[in-house]
């Protein structure tokens, strides 16, 4: 599977924040902002958007209101499943190191 490197956090925090279901570029800034209390700026945001958009991971929906919501894809969510697993699979190790769990 193709991977996105060095942009994954922007990338995978607007794959999430699109799992919910389709938004807008600034409903997905603030929804990111919301839950990790990390702001993307629109240089960030529509660098990964369109990196997201070229590997088929998202696509843009018809334009609504002057404002171009996105969707996740099937092969995004498989994407994002995958990175998910990978995430769970470190944390937990660093948790059980440390005692935690």
């Known amino acids: 599977m193709q991977s996105l490197d060095r942009f994954s956090e922007p990338a995978l925090f607007i794959l999430i924040s699109l799992a919910e279901g389709e938004k807008h570029g600034y409903a997905i800034m603030e929804d ?18 369109s990196r997201l958009e070229k590997l088929h991971f998202i696509e843009a929906m018809p334009l609504q209101n002057r404002r171009k919501p ?9 994407y994002l499943e995958e990175r998910l697993k990978e ?5 937990s190790l660093g948790w059980r190191r440390l005692g935690l769990l």
Do not use: N, W
Request: net charge positive; hydrophobic share 30%; no cysteine.
């Open 70 to 78: 996105y969707k996740v894809t099937e092969s995004g969510k498989a």
């Open 32 to 49: 990111v902002e919301k839950h990790y209390q990390k702001k993307l700026g629109p240089g960030t945001l529509y660098g990964a958007i």
């Open 87 to 91: 995430l769970e699979q470190v944390t």
